[in-house]
């Protein structure tokens, strides 16, 4: 049974970006022990063979390295709020 | 002509082509079909303005005039990619999908995009942002995910084809609970360039149609390598329509796997329609082996692992920074934190932090490694099995339709639902689930025939086949046969 305090969880959110709200904290709890505990059972995999069991046997892909022109404006459309040819954020460097 | 609404892509073909009626009519036709139907069914996010669905089109090409849908996590350009979510809702793609691109060029007029689960994130379209999309056979019921528009769409004859995706069993398991012919291709035959990426290694567009050889002729369009997706295979173009005969090989080998025909939980109903059909195919002259395939009992495990871990890297990129949503703040870091809270839904969240921790330190051996690890094995063990059957079969869904919220307090048994369906994506060979009966309220009931890496061509003749021989891909839900 997978077991995740409140501080973990808050620490999965932080590295996930996500500022949760209080009433959101013991339903994703749950639901995340719930999958934990499911998905543990891959820990009984070795049973099925070696751990040398090669992956699909991919190789590289190559192509030319060329230069495709594109117009910056479409994607400097899109944002949220730019500046001539930059996004623009808020401040990076906090409590400076 | 019959119900022009329920009409194949072939029969829609020969009345252009006999002048019976021009592709101006039938974009109206079906238009009209949205207009009356879709309020109730909710398949479309958006249905396009006659004129820009015109726009470039030249009349050329193999599905020529022929309108489909696009699940709205598959870029058009121009168009807005919303992925069903709040953090998408008005974003607009710079360019086609490959797939739509292709599409385009045989002919084929969008019509529109179709409703899904959040970033394809769920099995029953319910956690779309925007709206849900009812079962064309019972409104009290979900069509499936997470391509729930996309079916439900083309179930209820508002659109004779449409793109979905599947990650561990989008296409196929809505088809199979709305009764219609769902696609997931090999791993690599059609491109991702421009599927809004959930989880890259496991993502694949797929095919809905109500006919095997409607289903053939979309995969010839949009079958193929390449340059803008690397991982695409590299096979030439292709017609998946030629071998449609209606018959196969007499002796043809068809291994029914047993553990998930005889899974615990399976409903009783599906069982029987399911051991039907294995009677029709031995009857059409496959020999029936019956085999087990243990490790399939880990991949529902195995894809909560991988495609969790994969979307907690690709969903990183929504940040408020270059497109979408933002949610203002004083610092960057808010800025992040409270655009990504406001814009994703509880689905996407829970599985963004499941993805990180698993990948954790302290816990990526435990689940991420031997996830892998087992990707392997089953891999091994799907391969090993194709040396004694030609074809597979399984059920593609444990039970017929399920009602609006009934898994709102147990969010595992909604994941379940990826069970027989997701070891195909784990091991990246391509599946077809067909119609194959009704329960006795009227649910409709699938099957899956699943071969060896690019045997998409006999899998299209062995299920034509049954096709033919059966009358499911006949019935159509009562609601919308007017």
């Not at chain 1, 543990?40 to 751990?51: L, P, T, W, Y």
């Not at chain 2, 791993?187 to 095997?212: E, K």
């Not at chain 2, 004083?330 to 996407?348: C, H, I, N, P, W």
């Not at chain 2, 019935?475 to 046969?481: D, I, Q, R, S």
Request: proline share 4%.
């Amino acid at each position: 049974m997978a077991h995740i305090t409140r501080e973990e969880l808050l620490k999965i959110a932080r590295i996930s970006n996500l500022q949760l709200d209080e009433q959101e904290i013991p339903v994703l709890i749950k639901q995340i022990e719930d999958v934990l505990t499911y998905a543990a059972c891959v820990q009984e995999i070795v049973k099925f063979g070696n751990a040398e069991e090669p992956l699909a046997k991919n190789s590289n892909v190559f192509r030319p390295d060329v230069v495709i022109k594109t117009d910056p404006e479409t994607i400097l459309d899109r944002a949220p709020e730019r500046e001539r040819n930059y996004f623009v954020v808020p401040v990076i460097l906090e409590n400076l | 002509m019959k119900n022009l609404a329920f009409a194949s892509i072939k029969e829609l073909q020969l009345s252009l082509a006999k002048k019976e009626l021009s592709s101006h009519e039938l974009l109206d036709f079906f238009l009209k079909r949205f207009e009356k139907y879709d309020q109730q069914l909710g398949s479309a996010l958006e249905v396009f303005d006659k004129e820009s669905i015109l726009k470039n089109y030249t009349a050329q090409g193999i599905l020529a005039g022929i309108p489909g849908i696009i699940k709205d996590n598959i870029c058009q350009q121009d168009r807005i990619t919303s992925c069903a979510s709040k953090i998408l809702e008005n974003f607009k793609s710079t360019y086609d999908a490959t797939a739509v691109k292709w599409l385009k060029q045989e002919g084929a007029l969008m019509i529109g995009r179709a409703n899904c689960d959040e970033f394809a994130m769920g099995s029953s379209t319910e956690t779309s942002a925007y709206k849900k999309t009812k079962n064309p056979w019972d409104f009290q019921r979900v069509p499936g995910g997470s391509s729930g528009g996309s079916i439900a769409a083309v179930a209820a004859g508002l659109v004779p084809w449409s793109l979905g995706s599947e990650t561990g069993g989008s296409v196929r398991q809505p088809a199979a609970l709305c009764g219609i012919v769902g696609l997931k291709p090999t791993y690599g035959l059609v491109s991702r360039y421009g599927l809004v990426a959930y989880s890259s290694s496991l993502d694949q567009i797929g095919v809905a149609t109500r006919t095997v050889y409607d289903n053939a002729l979309v995969l010839s369009a949009i079958a193929g390598n390449d340059t803008h997706d690397s991982s695409t295979l590299s096979q030439p173009k292709k017609n998946y329509t030629t071998n449609l005969t209606g018959s196969f090989a007499k002796g043809l080998k068809i291994g029914v796997i047993d553990n998930a025909l005889h899974a615990q939980g399976m409903d009783n109903e599906v069982v029987v329609a399911l051991e039907e059909s294995i009677k029709t195919f031995e009857k059409l002259g496959a020999t029936i082996h019956h085999v087990s395939l243990p490790i399939m009992d880990y991949g529902a495990a195995v894809y909560f692992i991988l495609s969790r871990a994969e979307a907690a890297s690709n969903l990183a990129r929504f940040d408020g920074v270059r497109y979408g949503l933002r949610q203002e703040a004083d610092s960057l870091a808010q800025m992040y934190a409270k655009t990504r809270q406001e814009g994703f839904g509880k689905e996407v969240k829970a599985r963004i932090m499941i993805g990180n921790y698993v990948l954790s330190v302290g816990h990526a051996d435990a689940f991420y490694t031997n996830a892998r690890l087992a990707q392997g094995l089953m891999r091994r063990d799907f391969t090993a099995m194709f040396k004694q059957v030609d074809l597979l079969l399984a059920p593609t869904q444990p039970a017929p339709a399920f009602k609006f919220g009934a898994f709102d307090n147990n969010k595992l048994q909604m994941d379940l639902q990826d069970y027989f369906t997701c070891p195909i994506n784990i091991t990246g060979i391509p599946a077809l689930s067909i119609p194959c009966g009704f329960s006795s309220s009227q649910l409709p009931i699938g099957v899956q025939l699943i071969g060896p890496h690019l045997s998409e061509e006999k899998i299209f003749q062995v299920a034509h086949a049954y096709e033919q021989a059966t009358q499911w891909h006949t019935m159509h839900p009562a609601h919308f046969l007017n």
